[in-house]
């Protein structure tokens, strides 16, 4: 088995699929009885090793769709597997909508949630803040379905554990009713961008940018609720758009720079030339995912929102320094403080810096020096990314690790979900 970018590859010793609630606590009762360990994958966008396993890997891929809908307050219930592509549009179906997501659609919610994917919005929280129930079979075969009156500290464990403390198996979320964004794209100045910072983020609800790295030129995406029909883009020019230009292109370019590495400036500045404005209104879960078909490595990190200026400009004056040969844009968000165990935006409203090299190309230096810089700043990385923290630090980072750890440690006593990988970052 792999993910996605193919950097993590394992040999599980098997492979189950259940379709059922019990099925799930059959398994989990055959592993604590022959002393066998279990890792869920969702849909392997984690770029860490948070899947692999050489004993029992689980997938939920037969556990999908809606199970219930609380019209009175519009709440879904929906089985943990189902992907965010599918939740999307079955969401639809009812005139819902999630409060906001990644731009990645290929991830199961449980996956999503577990792992802290988020998406762009400093008034708006990660997608775990969505989930106001879970439901989950523990390592000694127990249900427990956890909210914020039941039980409230585990819960807040349960919305991003990363599958350390029993199988996820339902989710409830709390969605809206269905609505339409406008996403406008802009080819802008860096400069302009910091220095108009936060009326940007004031109004607009959703913000973010990519850095094309060795230029001034930035591209903006700015997502906002209209009360306008959706624009209907056609297959032949929506292929030009997404598969071509963000896609096929972007391939070409980072084939360039990976077979010369010192192409890196001009490439470059080449890709800064296809920015371009554009303006697109589509329901709010199309608007959210983009295809990415160019593989690549990544790194995220999470920053206190009020040194993010400041990170930025030492991490431009670094990238021009270091001259990294590296090409691929940085993709900049923004997202609102939760009160999530685990969150990398525990207690603080955030910005989120990902680092892409394209696959094949290396990528040590440049993650250890950026990596440095954010921790710097007191950065959290993000659970599904590269990064090389471990326990020690995010105890001197987040308050209620040690809170976490406890939790985890009454849910699965005989370590049923812990791999090698878990080990090694919790310190187990």
């Known amino acids: 088995m792999k993910n996605w970018s193919e950097n993590v590859i394992w040999n599980p010793e098997t492979i189950r699929l ?27 966008h984690s770029f860490t090793q948070l899947c692999e396993t050489n004993q029992i890997t689980v997938s939920l891929d037969e556990m999908q769709g809606i199970i219930a809908h609380d019209k009175a307050n519009d709440y879904v219930t929906v089985h943990a597997g189902t992907k965010l592509y599918r939740l999307g549009d079955e969401l639809a179906s009812i005139g ?35 989930i106001v129930e879970i439901t989950l079979i523990d390592g000694n075969g127990d249900k427990q379905i956890l909210n914020s009156e039941n039980n409230p500290i585990a819960f807040r464990a349960a919305q ?35 220095q108009n910072l936060e009326k940007i983020n004031r109004d607009n609800r959703h913000f973010e940018f990519y850095l094309i790295p060795m230029t001034p030129w930035v591209q903006t995406r700015y997502s906002n609720i209209v009360n306008e029909d ?9 292929f030009i758009n997404d598969i071509v230009l963000e896609n096929w292109a972007l391939q070409l370019l980072c084939e360039i720079n990976r077979l010369f590495p010192k192409s890196a400036k001009s490439v470059s500045k080449t ?79 955030s910005a989120y810096i990902a680092c892409h090299v394209y696959k094949g190309m290396p990528y040590e230096r440049y993650f250890k020096d950026l990596e440095s810089l954010f921790t710097s700043f007191d950065g959290r990385p993000h659970w ?12 001197k980072t987040l308050k209620e690790f040690d809170t976490f750890m406890d939790i985890r440690e009454q849910n699965d006593p005989n370590q049923i979900f812990v791999s090698p990988y878990i080990r090694k970052l919790l310190e187990l």
Request: glycine share 6%; proline share 2%.
């Open 384 to 395: 599904g990314k590269m990064h090389t923290r471990t326990a020690s630090y995010y105890r």
């Open 271 to 349: 890709l800064s030339r296809f920015l371009s404005d554009e303006r697109k209104v589509q329901k709010s879960h199309k608007v959210f995912s983009t295809v990415r078909n160019v593989k690549f490595m990544e790194m995220e990190y999470n920053i206190p929102y009020i040194h993010y200026k400041e990170v930025v400009n030492e991490m431009v004056k670094m990238i021009e320094k270091n001259n990294y040969q590296v090409s691929f844009p940085l993709e900049h968000r923004f997202v609102q403080q939760d009160d999530i165990l685990l969150s990398p935006a525990y207690g603080r409203d």
């Open 18 to 44: 259940p379709k059922t609630e019990q099925e799930v606590r059959d398994i989990i009762l055959e592993a604590k009885k022959n002393n066998k360990t279990i890792r869920v994958i969702g849909s392997g």
């Open 96 to 130: 819902l909508s999630q409060e906001n997501l990644g731009d990645i659609n290929k991830q199961s919610i449980a996956g999503a949630v577990s792992t802290g994917t988020h998406g762009t919005g400093l008034g708006l929280g990660s997608i775990a803040t969505q």
């Open 230 to 238: 959706a624009t209907y883009t056609s297959k032949f020019n929506a």
């Open 160 to 194: 991003l554990s990363l599958g350390t403390l029993g199988i996820v198996t339902e989710v409830k979320i709390r969605c809206k009713k269905s609505y339409n964004l406008a996403l406008d794209m802009r080819k802008e100045r860096l400069e302009d961008v910091l």
